[in-house]
């Protein structure tokens, strides 16, 4: 196996990491514009593409192990050390710089991950402090004076 197949393995990755960012910003824009009723559906893409990224990553490091096992390292060897490991600069230099690229893309898939929590954590307690405001009759309770959430004085 060949670094050449790893890169491909690697360019797949970081196109399906692209594909994640794009799903979570996109769920972002959802929470903070309010249309919570496609949360759900950008919730199932972004778990389409994990799913994918999961394939693409297994794929990686079965690559990763061949080309290990070619330069005479232990199969569980880490992009880092096999980019060191290569003997052309070329692409010991492509590796590395896969190997920022996706450091890099953790990097943010992570902040946006925890920021959409957050909105999700926020918008639930919204919805349940609403909730908590009906009586089990669903109209507002008798010692609530402030607008209600349905208006049953038709």
């Not at 950008?42 to 061949?66: C, F, P, Y």
């Not at 089990?136 to 038709?154: C, K, M, Q, V, Y």
Request: charged share 25%; hydrophobic share 40%.
């Amino acid at each position: 196996m060949s670094a050449n197949a790893l890169s491909t393995r690697l360019w797949r990755e970081r196109e399906l990491l692209d594909l994640l960012q794009f799903k979570l910003e996109e769920q972002q824009l959802l929470l903070l514009s309010g249309k919570s009723q496609w949360i759900d559906h950008a919730t199932r893409e972004i778990e389409s593409v994990v799913d994918k990224l999961q394939g693409a990553s297994l794929s990686r490091a079965v690559e990763s192990a061949h080309l290990a096992s070619s330069l005479g390292l232990a199969g569980d060897v880490t992009l880092t050390q096999l980019a060191a490991a290569v003997e052309d600069p070329a692409w010991r230099e492509v590796l590395e710089q896969h190997l920022r690229a996706l450091r890099d893309s953790a990097s943010t898939i992570t902040a946006l991950r925890d920021t959409n929590s957050s909105y999700l954590r926020a918008a639930q307690r919204a919805a349940q402090e609403s909730l908590a405001a009906l009586d089990p009759a669903g109209s507002a309770s008798s010692t609530d004076t402030g607008p209600r959430l349905i208006d049953t004085d038709l």
